[in-house]
């Protein structure tokens, strides 16, 4: 899987999440919190579905390696060894 099958996944993840969302105007190093206005269990959800579709655990102290779209793109690409 590239990364941009990665970014895929994690920007239909989002788009579950907050189906408002403009993929095409996210900026790729905003905070998603921040950009999203996800709340904690939006979150947490967002997480549970990147399991769910990357088979990857992402413990809680990883959390803000996920920050933005290229911070979380570059970790899960990590943890799965691409």
């Known amino acids: 899987m590239t990364k941009d099958d990665i970014r895929q996944v994690v920007v239909r993840v989002l788009r579950d999440i907050a189906p408002e969302i403009r993929p095409e105007r996210l900026d790729p190093s905003a905070?998603?919190?921040?950009?999203?206005d996800l709340d904690?269990?939006?979150f947490m959800n967002f997480v549970v579905g990147l399991h769910a579709a990357l088979g990857?655990?992402?413990?809680?102290s990883d959390y803000d390696k996920l920050a933005s779209l290229d911070a979380?793109?570059?970790?899960l690409a990590a943890q799965r060894g691409e």
Do not use: F, G, K
Request: hydrophobic fraction near 45%; aromatic fraction near 6%; include cysteine.
């Open 31 to 36: 905070n998603l919190r921040d950009a999203l």
């Open 40 to 42: 904690s269990v939006d």
């Open 56 to 60: 990857v655990d992402v413990p809680e």
């Open 72 to 75: 979380c793109v570059a970790y």
